[in-house]
């Protein structure tokens, strides 16, 4: 994530889903946030895959006013 220009790269990981604000996205730069507006990325498991418990599956972003 650069705070600057408010854009979040999401990587490209085999068996990983991840989604901003509850829609999937795929890998690769997103639409840039607005000043001051804050997106939340979650990453889930593809099917036949799965997270070891305590994995850290949530990430929030702020864009700079």
Do not use: C, H, K, N
């Amino acid at each position: 994530f650069v705070s600057g220009t408010g854009v979040i790269t999401i990587p490209s990981v085999t068996g990983v889903v991840y989604s901003i604000g509850g829609t999937p996205v795929t890998a690769g730069p997103q639409t840039a946030l607005d000043p001051e507006e804050t997106a939340v990325v979650t990453a889930a498991p593809d099917d036949g895959y799965y997270f070891a418990e305590g994995t850290v599956t949530t990430w929030s972003f702020t864009r700079d006013a």
